[in-house]
């Protein structure tokens, strides 16, 4: 193996202009994949928080709201318990969450705590509501039709008229994340295969050597997959290290501490990432490498 070793390191010495561009294109097109991947994880974390979870809201009446079916008056008990008995009928309700008031302005407090917004509200103008998740999300309009004329009911929303093109979005950030990562992926195979191509022409002699006095293929691939493996970790180091940095700067410092009532990714969804990361550039680098060094050293 001092053999191998030797020949990696004059290796990336010869090549260092090359070794550094499939650095830089790994670390690239490897940050692009690890962000696509925690979007991810961060969609599906927004999913089953919102999306599975709460489909349609049905707001009860305060003072602050005349408009549905109020007359300028809270909700009366009788009136929300007559109103949960016709959802909870309903056939085509899976669940029923009640909110109250006091828990709608406590998520409020927590949403925009440390904002001008904090203070502009108080606890006796938000509106206490039942959230009804469905058997079948298309299927809601026979609740719709038989609540919403209800007394005590100030008004009947889809949620997902709001969530689904916020997670259409974010799908399409995703994806085209994925998409360009891939593309310079491809890029950082083949400058690891021309890499290799130039490779076995400056060590034309010393392989040639090599086989006259009976070297193995695999003896004689060993640097040459040493030299990409360098070099596609190198890129995975670098990329992991700014996965990191860009959720520290993005999620930690900011988004958890501003926008508190989501739940965001955290280090073990980055950690997935980081060995997803490390995994792919370890097959970038051996794949392309044992194709071409099959096809240029023809061993």
Not at 7 to 29: D, F, K, P, Y
Not at 74 to 100: F, K
Not at 102 to 112: G, I, L, N, T, V
Request: proline share 2%.
């Amino acid at each position: 193996m001092r053999h191998a070793f030797s020949e990696t390191l004059s290796g990336l010495r010869r090549n260092t202009g090359m070794t550094l561009a499939v650095v830089v294109t790994m670390w690239v097109s490897l940050s692009l994949f690890g962000a696509g991947f925690l979007a991810a994880q961060q969609v599906s974390l927004l999913k089953g928080e919102w999306y599975d979870k709460i489909e349609i809201s049905i707001f009860l009446c305060t003072p602050a709201f005349s408009t549905g079916n109020c007359d300028g008056q809270d909700t009366t008990d009788e009136q929300r318990a007559e109103l949960l008995r016709a959802i909870e009928s309903n056939p085509e309700v899976e669940r029923v969450y009640y909110e109250s008031k006091a828990s709608a302005y406590a998520q409020f407090k927590e949403a925009f705590a440390g904002t001008p917004l904090e203070e502009s509200l108080t606890e006796d103008k938000m509106q206490d509501s039942y959230r009804v998740k469905l058997n079948d999300p298309q299927k809601y309009q026979g609740l719709k039709s038989q609540v919403e004329s209800m007394a005590g009911v100030q008004h009947f929303q889809d949620l997902h008229e709001y969530l689904d093109p916020i997670f259409r979005w974010l799908s399409a950030l995703q994806w085209g994340t994925i998409g360009l990562s891939v593309l310079l992926l491809l890029a950082a195979a083949l400058q690891i295969s021309n890499t290799i191509r130039m490779a076995t022409f400056t060590r034309g002699k010393e392989i040639g050597i090599m086989r006259l006095v009976g070297a193995s293929n695999f003896y004689i691939m060993i640097p040459f997959l040493l030299e990409s493996l360098v070099a596609a970790l190198a890129g995975a180091a670098l990329a992991v290290g700014t996965l990191w940095l860009a959720w520290w700067l993005v999620i930690e410092r900011n988004a958890q501490a501003t926008l508190k009532v989501f739940q965001w990714i955290g280090r073990s969804e980055t950690a997935y990432a980081s060995l997803a990361v490390g995994l792919v550039a370890i097959v970038l680098s051996v794949i392309p490498t044992l194709v071409s060094a099959r096809r240029y050293l023809r061993v």
